[in-house]
Each structure stands twice: as structure tokens, then as C-alpha cells.
């Protein structure tokens, strides 16, 4: 039990750790939120506590918001030290995450136009640029699946090569594990960020909350998953997943 907690505490004291853990929170409290809101009886209690449940994710999503309006530079120094992916062996992978870098980086100031439009910071529409920056999230995660695809095809390759090596066939295989979990975990943002684009873009404004929580908790829970076993090569500046 101690351990448990002081692990908890671990997670909870990095900025890291704390995004995602506010992140599970949120797409969890909307998981059940509405899935309770959705009960027939307009007077049950249940009902009840399923709209606070969606309004304490409401405020969790905000403080999210609010929290990257400081990870510009992180994402800025995550993508000059990657430059144009020297280290990298594949091409494909390289050119993949330099189009990820740059869609990510753009994402941050296209979110903090559109909170301080709808903050009245500032005196210009919001729509546009929440448009621009979940277009700029579905961008990067389209890439990143993409990336994960080139980077299985490269991991089956040295399989067979490595295939009477235990210990490479070993952790070959848990790299393997690691991409397909990425997979999944984009796939379902990519799902959500779908759903928040403008009416008659394929799925868009068709989930419900209940279903936009599971897929956000599937992803958040993926990701402190990687995190912990430490299979996760996320930018510091983008552990702070959008939306």
C-alpha cells in the first residue's frame, strides 16, 4: 500500500506525470458522467451526478488548457534538438517526425489564441482557431500512427534478423508491444479529435459523451502505461496532450 501511494506521489510531482493523471481524471469523469446522464428519469440522483461529473471534466479539460500555455518552449527546445533527425537510421521515420514537430509546435500558439479569444483577452473569434488547432492535433496524431506503422515494419525486419538472438527477439518484441499501444492510443484521440470538428466531416459531433470519455480514458490510461514502463517517447512538450 505504501508503495503504491509514494509511487502515486512520484507521478503526481512531475508536470508529466500530473497532466496525465489529470488527464485519466477528466476523460474518466466524463466516461461516467455520461453514462449517468443518460438515465430516463430526468429526477434520479444518479442523473444528477452524472451532469456535476461532466462539469468537473469541463474544469479539469480547462486547467489543461491553462496548463500548456507553458509548454511552448519545451516543445521548442523538444524540436530544435531533434532538427531533422539526423539520428534517425529511416528515412521515412525522419521525415514523419519532423511533419509531427512542426504540426505540434504550431498547435500551442493556434489553442492559446482561441482560450484568450474566449477569454476576452483578446477580440477575435475563437471558432476559427480551436478549428485550426484540433485540425493541427489530428494532424499529429495521423502522423504518429503513421510513424508507429514505418517503425513495426522496421522492428519485423530486424526480428528476422535477430530471430536466434533471445535477448535482442526479447526486447524487439517489447518495442513491437510499445508501437501497437501507440497505435491504439492515437487512434482513439484521433477518434475524439473527429468528433470535434464541424458537422458533416465524417463522424464529427456524432459521439456521445459517455463515448468520447471511453476513448480519451483508453488513451490516458495507455499513456501512464508508457510512462511507467517507460516505452513512451513523447516530447516533454507534448506530454501535455491536447484535448
Given at each position: 500500500?505504501?508503495?503504491?501511494?509514494?509511487?502515486?506521489?512520484?507521478?503526481?510531482?512531475?508536470?508529466?506525470g500530473r497532466d496525465k493523471?489529470?488527464?485519466?481524471?477528466?476523460?474518466?469523469?466524463?466516461?461516467?458522467?455520461?453514462?449517468?446522464?443518460?438515465?430516463?428519469?430526468?429526477?434520479?440522483?444518479?442523473?444528477?451526478?452524472?451532469?456535476?461529473?461532466?462539469?468537473?471534466?469541463?474544469?479539469?479539460?480547462?486547467?489543461?488548457?491553462?496548463?500548456?500555455?507553458?509548454?511552448?518552449?519545451?516543445?521548442?527546445?523538444?524540436?530544435?534538438?531533434?532538427?531533422?533527425?539526423?539520428?534517425?537510421?529511416?528515412?521515412?521515420?525522419?521525415?514523419?517526425?519532423?511533419?509531427?514537430?512542426?504540426?505540434?509546435?504550431?498547435?500551442?500558439?493556434?489553442?492559446?489564441?482561441?482560450?484568450?479569444?474566449?477569454?476576452?483577452?483578446?477580440?477575435?473569434?475563437?471558432?476559427?482557431?480551436?478549428?485550426?488547432?484540433?485540425?493541427?492535433?489530428?494532424?499529429?496524431?495521423?502522423?504518429?500512427?503513421?510513424?508507429?506503422?514505418r517503425v513495426l515494419m522496421?522492428?519485423?525486419?530486424?526480428?528476422?534478423?535477430?530471430?536466434?538472438?533471445?535477448?535482442?527477439?526479447?526486447?524487439?518484441?517489447?518495442?513491437?508491444?510499445?508501437?501497437?499501444?501507440?497505435?491504439?492510443?492515437?487512434?482513439?484521440?484521433?477518434?475524439?479529435?473527429?468528433?470535434?470538428?464541424?458537422?458533416?466531416?465524417?463522424?464529427?459531433?456524432r459521439f456521445p459523451n459517455?463515448?468520447?470519455?471511453?476513448?480519451?480514458?483508453?488513451?490516458?490510461?495507455?499513456?501512464?502505461?508508457?510512462?511507467?514502463?517507460?516505452?513512451?517517447?513523447?516530447?516533454?512538450?507534448?506530454?501535455?496532450?491536447?484535448?
Amino acid at each position: 500500500m505504501q508503495e503504491s501511494v509514494e509511487s502515486l506521489v512520484r507521478l503526481l510531482e512531475s508536470y508529466r506525470g500530473r497532466d496525465k493523471a489529470i488527464r485519466t481524471v477528466c476523460y474518466g469523469s466524463q466516461l461516467v458522467g455520461g453514462v449517468l446522464s443518460r438515465k430516463a428519469d430526468p429526477d434520479a440522483s444518479s442523473q444528477q451526478l452524472g451532469k456535476s461529473l461532466l462539469l468537473f471534466s469541463a474544469q479539469l479539460s480547462h486547467c489543461r488548457t491553462m496548463l500548456r500555455l507553458f509548454d511552448d518552449l519545451s516543445m521548442l527546445a523538444y524540436s530544435h534538438s531533434y532538427g531533422l533527425g539526423a539520428g534517425e537510421e529511416d528515412a521515412g521515420v525522419r521525415c514523419i517526425s519532423v511533419l509531427t514537430n512542426v504540426a505540434d509546435q504550431l498547435y500551442y500558439p493556434c489553442e492559446h489564441i482561441a482560450w484568450a479569444a474566449d477569454a476576452e483577452l483578446i477580440k477575435v473569434k475563437s471558432d476559427k482557431w480551436w478549428l485550426l488547432s484540433t485540425m493541427l492535433w489530428g494532424s499529429s496524431l495521423l502522423l504518429g500512427i503513421l510513424k508507429s506503422v514505418r517503425v513495426l515494419m522496421l522492428l519485423k525486419r530486424k526480428l528476422k534478423k535477430y530471430e536466434r538472438d533471445r535477448n535482442s527477439h526479447s526486447r524487439l518484441r517489447r518495442q513491437m508491444r510499445g508501437e501497437l499501444l501507440s497505435i491504439l492510443s492515437s487512434a482513439a484521440d484521433l477518434s475524439n479529435a473527429i468528433h470535434w470538428m464541424p458537422p458533416g466531416f465524417l463522424w464529427a459531433g456524432r459521439f456521445p459523451n459517455w463515448l468520447v470519455g471511453l476513448l480519451g480514458t483508453t488513451s490516458s490510461l495507455i499513456g501512464l502505461i508508457q510512462m511507467n514502463t517507460g516505452d513512451s517517447d513523447e516530447a516533454d512538450g507534448m506530454s501535455s496532450s491536447p484535448q
